[in-house]
């Protein structure tokens, strides 16, 4: 099997649209941007302890509530505990609605799938709001662009 070059990914176009992409599935999950870039990071390690939290939050805004709130809310979960008297080995894993999610971003990115465009589906295109008025256009220009 050939091995990808960066003209390869560059000819694919995959971040073409990627903010839109990612301001889509941020605004949909209740989610910050920096919190779904670093779960894309984690989904590149498959599984991981809070020492690689602490490397790959490094250049992101500071949030002492990011670690907490990603586990609360089910997008990050324990694969293994450490051990009743030392939680630095626990090795935590994406959730299944977080695998589902990036996979999903990564389809939309690669002209696979369409962003959704019903209201029940994607919170933007209720267009209550400026931004959301903005953004649902843009999407719209997103699914009918399939030359990605």
């Keep these: 099997m050939r091995q990808l070059s960066s003209r390869d990914f560059q000819e694919m176009g995959l971040l073409k649209h990627y903010r839109i992409v990612r301001k889509w599935a941020c605004q949909n999950n209740d989610i910050s941007d920096a919190e779904i870039e670093l779960?894309?990071?984690?989904?590149?390690?498959?599984?991981?302890?809070?020492r690689d939290y602490e490397?790959?939050?490094?250049?992101?805004p500071w949030n002492n509530r990011r670690w907490n709130k990603l586990l609360k809310n089910g997008w990050i979960v324990v694969w293994r505990t450490g051990g009743r008297k030392d939680q630095r080995y626990t090795i935590y894993e994406l959730s299944f609605k977080c695998k589902h999610l990036i996979r999903q971003m990564y389809r939309i990115m690669l002209g696979e799938e369409d962003?959704?465009?019903s209201v029940r589906r994607n919170k933007l295109y209720k267009r209550d709001t400026y931004t959301a008025k903005v953004m649902s256009t843009a999407m719209d220009i997103v699914n009918k662009d399939k030359t990605r």
Excluded: A, E, N, Q
């Design 39 to 50: 779960l894309i990071y984690f989904d590149c390690l498959k599984t991981f302890r809070k």
């Design 55 to 60: 490397i790959g939050v490094l250049t992101y």
């Design 115 to 117: 962003i959704p465009t």
